[in-house]
Every structure is written in C-alpha cells, then in structure tokens.
C-alpha cells in the first residue's frame, strides 16, 4: 500500500507543477507551488518513518537499475538536445547548462563518495 501513496504522490507533484506553469491565475500558480514544493518533504518524513518501523522498501515505483545510469542518460539527452530546448537563446542555454552542471556534479558525488 505505501508503494501507491508514493506512486499517487509523486503523479499529484508533477501535475501540480506543470498546472503550476500554465495557470493565468496567480492565487493558483502560489497554491500549486506551495503544494509542489512541500508535498515530497512531508512524504519523506512518512517514508523514512515507515522504513524505521517496518524496514526498507524494496521496490518502488519507476526505480531504474542505477541511478548512476538513469544520470547519465539524463545528462547525454541534455547535451544532445541542448539547442532544440534553448532554441538559441543564450539565457536559456545557460539554464540547460546549469541542469547538465547539477547532474554531472551529482554523479561524481554517487562515484566517488563513499
């Protein structure tokens, strides 16, 4: 069962979000982003607590074999797609740049810290 409240949480996230970026209303775009940002810090505190009582989870929803590999591919596909998504605009190639910058970063760190 705590494998599809993680799975029902994360899809109400994600809708959030994007409903949150096409929303006219500003009372709504706030609401959402509220919703966005805190809903995963309060799931977190479930899952960590559930964990301590009743053990790891093993398997949850949309897990990749390595996160290493998940990171990599993520990172290849921004590179390759760089000027599609930026569409020649240096400021939002700087953007893509940071987001390619966070996941190498973040995989020397899964590599080569212990």
């Known amino acids: 069962m705590i494998e599809e409240l993680v799975k029902r949480i994360f899809k109400a996230r994600n809708e959030a979000h994007v409903r949150h970026w096409m929303t006219s209303s500003y009372a709504e775009h706030k609401t959402l982003g509220k919703y966005y940002e805190d809903v995963i810090g309060v799931l977190d505190q479930l899952i960590e607590a559930y964990q301590g009582t009743f053990g790891i989870i093993e398997t949850l929803p949309d897990q990749t074999e390595s996160m290493i ?13 760089r000027e599609k998504i930026a569409n020649n605009i240096p400021a939002l190639e700087n953007i893509v740049d940071e987001l390619t910058g966070l996941h190498a970063k973040t995989l020397y760190k899964l590599e080569n810290l212990r």
């Open 69 to 81: 590999k998940a990171l990599n591919e993520e990172m290849l596909w921004l590179n390759e797609n």
